[in-house]
T-cell receptor, first 115, second 112 residues
Framework: NAGVTQTPKFQVLKTGQSMTLQCAQD?????MYWYRQDPGMGLRLIYY???????DKGEVPNGYNVSRLNKREFSLRLESAAPSQTSVYFC??????????????FGNGTRLTVT | RKEVEQDPGPFNVPEGATVAFNCTYS??????FFWYRQDCRKEPKLLMS???SGNEDGRFTAQLNRASQYISLLIRDSKLSDSATYLC?????????????FGGGTRVLVKP
């Protein structure tokens, strides 16, 4: 029972390098999300996809792009990494963005360091 | 003022004791509420939803006070395994969907 799987678990980048974080869910959820978690800041929404074929900006989208490849997969791309993007990134999914009591299911996280 | 605020702790709790902590929210349009648990260097996991009348799940009790705009979590008979960070999540329902806002978390350390 995999749930939400994200890769890689760890990554070190130099400033200006690019990378893509991969996320897949096997729960047939409609909505998927990318969050970042920084000390003292709580989780902040970067982008979300309410349903297959749609993506929208969250609270902190600058410097990121996303692709909802199909219902299962939602990737996050950093085109030109900056030290301010050093963080822990979590992918999550839920049955529906529109349902109030639709809880989030999180992946294991990616620890990204940009030097 | 942050939209969702939590005392970061840590709350140092003797094993077997009761601990309670609150989460305050600023948006009166918030309509649903959750507590998540996050272990060190792990992903958050849903602990429980919070309903208007309050709800209980084993040793955990969640309460909502809409008038004062806070939710609370109480843990009875604390176990060592309850040591974690507890995240409060507040959901504002908008026409386009839901806006979930996370608190910074309250750290609980249960000690023998």
């Amino acid at each position: 029972n995999a749930g939400v799987t994200q890769t890689p678990k760890f990554q070190v980048l130099k400033t200006g390098q690019s990378m893509t974080l991969q996320c897949a869910q096997d729960m047939n959820h409609n909505s998927m999300y990318w969050y970042r978690q920084d000390p003292g800041m709580g989780l902040r929404l970067i982008y979300y996809s309410a349903s297959e074929g749609t993506t929208d900006k969250g609270e902190v989208p600058n410097g990121y792009n996303v692709s909802r490849l199909n219902k299962r997969e939602f990737s996050l791309r950093l085109e030109s990494a900056a030290p301010s993007q050093t963080s822990v990134y979590f992918c999550a999914s839920s049955e529906s963005w529109a349902r109030a009591n639709s809880p989030l299911h999180f992946g294991n996280g990616t620890r990204l360091t940009v030097t | 003022r942050k939209e969702v605020e939590q005392d970061p702790g840590p709350f140092n709790v003797p094993e077997g004791a009761t601990v309670a902590f609150n989460c305050t929210y600023s948006n009166s349009a918030s309509q649903s509420f959750f507590w998540y648990r996050q272990d060190c260097r792990k992903e958050p996991k849903l602990l429980m939803s919070v309903y208007s009348s309050g709800n209980e799940d084993g040793r955990f009790t969640a309460q909502l006070n809409r008038a004062s705009q806070y939710i609370s979590l109480l843990i009875r008979d604390s176990k060592l395994s309850d040591s974690a960070t507890y995240l409060c999540v507040v959901n504002e329902i908008k026409a386009a969907g839901n806006k979930l806002t996370f608190g910074g978390g309250t750290r609980v350390l249960v000690k023998p």
